[in-house]
């Protein structure tokens, strides 16, 4: 298995501008996570999907976050419009969520780096 | 204050030396404890996990849970510098509706040296 497939793995953009960040999460996972990682703030979840359904978005900064899953094998992340403070690492992690969904691992993609000038 | 606390260091011991790391966290309702290792630039992985209090071993590591205490720590003996990486601590509680919601600390930066 590939595991969690991110891209792109660096995303430079100028203030103002949309950027949309993609997950493929391991296959026969049915949940999914975007969390935001910098030296500050450490690793926050912003939001999660079960089966394809958000779960939980109270993560999300603000109305200029937005996150989708369409299907069970992709999902995005959109910020629009982008500004500095929004430069961290995103990460994108799935689990094979169960009975003892506590216990379930979660595995996490390489990142997206982004960077907004 | 933040629900889950862990001191940043950086931390730098000599190959071989026991390495302790700690996280203490503020939400009672947290019953799952897990350590996750990041090398530079990659993506979180899971390293070990607890459920309630008491103490696990794999190998060279051994996590332990205080829940009187509200205090996590792991344990690495005979330390690489292979292990040289940050870790995290992370915690959940029980959740219905499927899915499991953690909350991280920030990290401590471990480095082993020759």
């Known amino acids: 298995d590939a595991g969690v497939i991110q891209s792109p793995r660096h995303e430079v953009t100028e203030m103002g501008q949309e950027v949309t960040l993609r997950c493929k999460p391991i296959s026969g996972h049915n949940s999914l996570f975007w969390y935001r990682q910098t030296m500050m703030r450490g690793l926050e979840l912003l939001i999660y999907f079960n089966n394809n359904v958000p779960i939980d978005d109270s993560g999300m900064p603000e109305d200029r976050f937005s996150a989708k899953m369409p299907n069970a094998s992709f999902s995005t992340l959109k910020i629009q419009p982008s500004e500095p403070r929004d430069s961290a690492v995103y990460f994108c992690?799935?689990?094979?969520?169960?009975?003892?969904?506590?216990?379930?691992?979660?595995?996490f993609g390489p990142g997206t780096r982004l960077t907004v000038l | 204050q933040k629900e889950v606390e862990q001191d940043p260091g950086p931390l730098s011991v000599p190959e071989g030396a026991i390495v302790s790391l700690n996280c203490t966290y503020s939400n009672s309702a947290f019953q799952y404890f897990m350590w996750y290792r990041q090398y530079s630039r990659k993506g979180p992985e899971l390293l070990m996990y607890t459920y309630s209090s008491g103490n696990k071993e794999d190998g060279r590591f051994t996590a332990q849970v205080d829940k009187s205490s509200k205090y996590i720590s792991l344990f690495i003996r005979d330390s690489q510098p292979s292990d040289s990486a940050t870790y995290l601590c992370?915690?959940?509680?029980?959740?219905?509706?499927?899915?499991?919601?953690?909350?991280f600390g920030t990290g401590t930066q471990l480095k082993v040296e020759l």
């Open positions: 992370a915690m959940s509680a029980e959740l219905t509706g499927g899915g499991n919601k953690l909350t």
């Open positions: 992690a799935s689990s094979l969520a169960g009975l003892a969904a506590s216990t379930d691992t979660q595995y």
